[in-house]
């Protein structure tokens, strides 16, 4: 399985960017997908997740209400909007799949699969 994540950028505060995530190699097994990002010096958090199956979603604290994550089970690829973005939200972000029914969906060891991440810069 390969994921391939897009759209990052530099945006100034208040302004939105939209990440995709696409997926191919095995396309089937998926229990859910999420999003993570790892700022400069600091470890990798949780961001959103979706179930791939109900389409249930669970989001940090310090994004909900202003990032929307979603999917095209049709395209394997999930999307995260991001409105209101901040200068603490500067980040690599990564998306993820994990295979494991059940599993911790906020933790990172409930992702089997890591996309390559993208750069999300946001300027005061």
């Known amino acids: 399985v390969q994921l391939q994540a897009s759209g990052g950028g530099l945006v100034r505060a208040g302004g939105s960017l939209r990440l995709s995530c696409t997926a191919s190699?095995?396309?089937?097994?998926?229990?859910?997908m999420g999003w993570f990002r790892q700022g400069l010096g600091k470890e990798r958090e949780f961001v959103a997740t979706?179930?791939?199956?109900?389409?249930?979603?669970f989001y940090a604290e310090s994004v909900k209400g202003r990032f929307t994550i979603s999917k095209d089970n049709a395209k394997n690829t999930i999307y995260l909007q991001m409105n209101s973005l901040k200068p603490e939200d500067t980040a690599v972000y990564y998306c993820a799949e994990g295979l494991s029914y059940g599993a911790v969906l906020t933790s990172v060891r409930a992702y089997d699969y890591w996309g390559q991440g993208t750069q999300v810069t946001v300027s005061s």
């Open positions: 979706i179930r791939w199956f109900g389409g249930s979603t």
């Open positions: 190699g095995r396309t089937f097994g998926t229990y859910a």
